[in-house]
């Protein structure tokens, strides 16, 4: 099923034949009986329309007077960032339901310099933002492991108090997903870094395997079924 777009609203096209293959978001909004939101009712709609094999082309006007009613960024006719409307559209849904199929763990350890205390902290996300590891122009790609390698093995905090040793030194902060992983992953590319006050886009392609099954960490594997570039 493809989206009609209205000005340059092809971000929530994409967004929208991003959720479409997901199963878990299917089967939920498909069953729902009173949506708790007009924004999961017009998401349910949509999907309702979608797999009843009426239609090849969907208009989601609904949707767009939905965002508009609500007063969102999204409302209009511009352009927006898709992952912030994905975020958006997810945060409309059942709390339970999101933690349970996009919600995932990530545990943060500190480690001091001066005594080598850790001290750890867990933290529900459903998406994960990942670096680029190779930013500059003409750089060859890189690959959606190395991404989530260059997320997880962390950064050096300077000045860091250590709270068993109260001496202020430098600590080394590293990330692992804990626990049992989420069924759908969600992967942030950070395409925009910031330099002397001024945005530049990250051109560095990356690359993932299409259909395959890809193990980024261990134990842990995943399919692609959406992408978006906007």
């Given at each position: 099923v493809g989206f009609f777009n209205f000005g340059n609203t092809c971000y929530l096209s994409s967004i929208l034949q991003c959720l479409l293959p997901v199963v878990e978001l299917r089967d939920y909004l498909r069953g729902l009986q009173s949506p708790q939101s007009t924004i999961t009712a017009e998401l349910a709609n949509i999907f309702n329309?979608?797999?009843?094999?009426?239609?090849?082309?969907?208009a989601p006007t609904?949707?767009?007077?939905?965002?508009?009613?609500?007063?969102?960024?999204?409302?209009?006719?511009?352009?927006?960032?898709?992952?912030?409307?994905?975020?958006?559209?997810?945060?409309?849904?059942?709390?339970?339901?999101?933690?349970?199929t996009f919600g995932g763990t990530i545990r943060s350890t500190v480690?001091?310099?001066?005594?080598?205390?850790?001290?750890?902290k867990e933290e529900t996300?459903?998406?994960?933002?990942?670096?680029?590891?190779?930013?500059?122009?003409?750089?060859e790609g890189v690959?959606?492991?190395?991404?989530?390698?260059?997320?997880?093995?962390?950064?050096?905090?300077?000045?860091?108090?250590?709270?068993?040793c109260n001496y202020r030194t430098v600590a080394q902060k590293t990330l692992e997903l804990f626990g049992t992983q989420p069924p759908v992953l969600i992967f942030h590319l950070k395409r925009f870094k910031w330099l002397g006050g001024k945005s530049s886009k990250i051109h560095t392609l990356v690359d993932?395997?299409?259909?395959?099954?890809?193990?980024?960490?261990?134990?842990?594997?995943?399919?692609?079924?959406g992408g978006t570039s906007h």
């Open positions: 329309h979608a797999y009843s094999n009426e239609y090849t082309k969907l609904a949707m767009r007077g939905a965002l508009r009613d609500l007063g969102t960024e999204f409302s209009g006719t511009g352009q927006c960032d898709s992952q912030e409307l994905l975020q958006f559209l997810l945060d409309s849904c059942d709390e339970d339901f999101i933690a349970s480690e001091c310099w001066n005594c080598s205390n850790q001290s750890c996300i459903n998406t994960l933002q990942l670096e680029i590891p190779n930013e500059e122009e003409g750089e690959h959606l492991v190395d991404c989530l390698s260059t997320y997880l093995e962390g950064e050096q905090v300077e000045d860091k108090e250590c709270e068993e993932f395997p299409v259909g395959d099954l890809l193990e980024v960490i261990k134990k842990c594997e995943v399919r692609l079924v």
